[in-house]
């Protein structure tokens, strides 16, 4: 295969370069079956202990990498994908797991979802990598404990606390291609017996690698603790994100020219779009108290408070330049308790219920040429939501080297009723080191709040009616680690479906008032089904060298309606990454990550089709990173990011040229190499 050829030259290339250098010491060694697991059961567990396949990352596994964003650090991680609209600035960072898409993975930070209840996903971008201690990645259905949503998986962040008897401080400044700066700073201690914080601050700004691609985004955030040990463990976490970016859309055909109207640039042969821009301002609240009164009973409590409000600016030049400008806020107040009970000697049980209120606001207007909004043109459409859950999870362990699991929830929505949901698991532990892994569970989604209320604007419109996406994901493996935890490997089989599949399409029942011209809006039209295996390996440390290697195959369908069945667009056979750590005595660290992508469909002209009309080619990507840490306290590092200038794309759209009329498929260009500088300061 090319690829196979392409990887032998990227090698040769590569680890020459990376054979004499090394900022990790050995001290971040391959996974264990012991790690301790929590997002899994919302108890704490052994690895060894928990049915599903998880990824465990740390902070020092953050610092490491080469990767600038969350979602890029995430893409590195087997069975893991980003999807974003072209990497530039402020490209959606959305993840999906297994294929089955992002709005199926659910994300929390400290126990709130950051998932956009207008869109269902979540930019993983806005989520700053300095304050995050621990990510836990849970394959599989996850509706049990978590609801809807969580059909592929569930990423849990969990953000950095201070550490008694210490003060943490660290800066870093640094400046790239493409315009980018940098700067970050992050605090920690106990102020005064049990109480204590963990503050960070950060600001990035960047024009990016084509026109209108640029972000300026500033976030702080704080978690405040106060620990009394197992009697109370209280913190209150806090945070603030707000940027603006330009959304430059497809990169035009070659041989496209500038164009301009009335004087205004329009498009580039770079970007279909130099007006378009977006714009976020994000706020989250949470309170989570933990107490374990006695060895058999533990209770959880959390409540928290979101405020995010994004903003999109679109321009037609069909229109003389007038455009609409949306502006979506979603306010959620969530609440969750819990309670886990240890009954006897190897079974417990975890009781809880949770409530979730959405109010959802969506105004638009309409702009002038000039890009302001025309007075009197406003339209508001409001509307609110809210689920209230109740779930139980039983372990029970009747042997020393077999444990079963088996859960059941409840949940109610206030606009399409209920759904209830189930998972069982088993653990055969062979030994302390190896465990066979067993899970299936069913899973759902609600409709997005757009799905639902996207205003009427006499083309396009929410749906009410919805149901909601159901199905079940199974998945069988094995996770073992050998020979004094120098070696851990995992290797998993999963299936998974979904009916009902909510897809935007034209409404043949609802007219406009345009003959002919139907309603674009949310239907349950399709069917997705999903199956692969995932191989992944860590090696070391041995001669001062880290290895990762991981393989995913996925087979990932959709059927429409009518019983065509075809390969589910964007969605790679074939995923292979690899990283490659190298340390030396005097503080020299590299880390180089590999990443091949698979070929995937990128359009289908009509649903009878089983053939693609366009298709994204396959692609290979190099990054690399150098850190020399100097004296006690200062590191310098270098990041090159796609260092062979790999050209690639994300996702497709129709691009027309204002001067031929020609309509064109055309793609969301990835971006190219890029270098960026730092200095570190950490005490």
Not at 555 to 570: F, S
Request: charged share 20%; glycine share 10%.
């Amino acid at each position: 295969m090319q690829w196979v050829l392409r990887w032998v030259i990227v090698m040769t290339l590569v680890v020459p370069g990376v054979a004499w250098a090394g900022e990790n010491d050995g001290n971040d060694p391959v996974p264990t079956m012991d790690e301790v697991v929590v997002s899994a059961t919302k108890t704490e567990e052994k690895r060894k202990d928990v049915a599903n396949q998880v990824i465990l990352k740390s902070s020092a596994d953050l610092d490491a990498s080469p990767a600038k964003t969350l979602g890029a650090f995430l893409d590195n991680e087997l069975g893991v994908d980003l999807r974003s609209y072209g990497n530039y600035g402020g490209a959606a960072q959305e993840i999906q797991i297994r294929g089955v898409g992002s709005v199926g993975t659910q994300v929390f930070v400290n126990g709130v979802n950051v998932n956009s209840p207008s869109l269902g996903t979540a930019d993983v971008g806005l989520i700053p990598l300095n304050a995050i201690e621990r990510i836990e990645i849970v394959k599989g259905s996850g509706s049990l404990l978590y609801g809807s949503g969580a059909m592929g998986g569930v990423i849990n962040i969990i953000t950095k606390r201070p550490t008694r008897d210490k003060t943490d401080l660290k800066l870093k400044a640094g400046l790239g291609t493409q315009d980018t700066s940098e700067v970050s700073a992050e605090n920690g201690m106990f102020v005064m017996g049990d109480l204590g914080y963990y503050l960070t601050a950060n600001h990035r700004k960047t024009d990016g690698f084509r026109d209108n691609s640029d972000l300026t985004q500033s976030d702080v955030s704080g978690n405040f603790v106060l620990d009394k040990g197992d009697f109370l463990d209280l913190s209150v976490y806090a945070d603030y994100v707000n940027r603006d970016y330009g959304l430059p859309g497809v990169k035009p055909p070659e041989g496209t020219q500038p164009f301009s109207s009335g004087g205004v640039p329009v498009y580039s042969t770079e970007s279909a779009s130099l007006l378009d821009n977006g714009g976020d301002e994000n706020i989250h609240l949470a309170v989570n108290a933990d107490s374990r009164p006695s060895d058999r009973v533990k209770f959880h409590f959390r409540g928290d408070l979101t405020d995010a409000k994004s903003s999109n600016v679109s321009r037609y030049v069909f229109f003389g330049l007038t455009g609409t400008e949306t502006e979506t806020r979603n306010k959620i107040l969530s609440t969750e308790g819990n309670v886990d009970v240890r009954l006897f000697d190897g079974a417990s049980v975890l009781i809880g219920a949770d409530y979730k209120d959405y109010d959802y606001e969506n105004q638009q207007s309409t702009l002038d040429a000039a890009g302001a909004a025309v007075a009197g043109t406003r339209t508001t459409t409001s509307a609110g939501v809210n689920t209230a859950a109740g779930f139980a999870e039983l372990q029970y362990r009747p042997w020393s080297f077999l444990k079963a699991t088996g859960g059941l929830r409840y949940e109610k929505h206030s606009e399409f009723g209920d759904e209830t949901v189930y998972r069982l698991g088993l653990v055969g532990n062979i030994n302390d080191t190896t465990a066979l892994k067993f899970s299936h569970g069913t899973h759902f989604r609600a409709p997005s709040l757009n799905d639902l209320f996207w205003p009427d604007d006499g083309f396009t419109r929410g749906n009410k009616a919805l149901k909601p996406e159901t199905g079940h994901h199974t998945d069988i493996g094995v996770e073992t680690s050998l020979r004094s935890d120098t070696l851990f490997f995992s290797l998993s089989f999963f299936t998974w479906d979904i009916t009902d599949k909510i897809r935007w399409a034209e409404d043949p029942t609802a007219p406009t008032v345009f003959p002919g011209v139907f309603y674009y809006t949310p239907q349950n039209l399709d069917k997705y089904f999903g199956n692969g295996i995932e191989a992944g390996a860590r090696i070391g440390p041995f001669m001062n060298t880290l290895i990762s290697l991981d393989y995913t195959y996925l087979k990932a369908e959709e059927e429409l309606l009518g019983g065509v069945r075809r390969r589910a667009v964007y969605s790679p056979e074939h995923l292979f990454k690899g990283t490659l750590t190298y340390w030396t005595d005097f503080d020299l660290t590299a880390d180089a990550v590999f990443r091949f992508v698979d070929d995937r469909p990128g359009h289908y002209k009509a649903d009878a089709d089983t053939a693609p009309d366009f298709t994204h080619s396959e692609y290979w990507t190099v990054d690399l990173r150098l850190a020399q840490r100097l004296l006690t306290h200062w590191t310098v590092t270098l990041d090159v990011l796609n260092l062979l200038d790999e050209g690639y794309d994300t996702y497709n759209a129709v691009f027309f040229d204002q001067t031929t009329f020609a309509s064109t498929r055309s793609a969301y260009p990835g971006a190219g190499r890029s270098v960026f500088a730092s200095v570190t300061f950490e005490y």
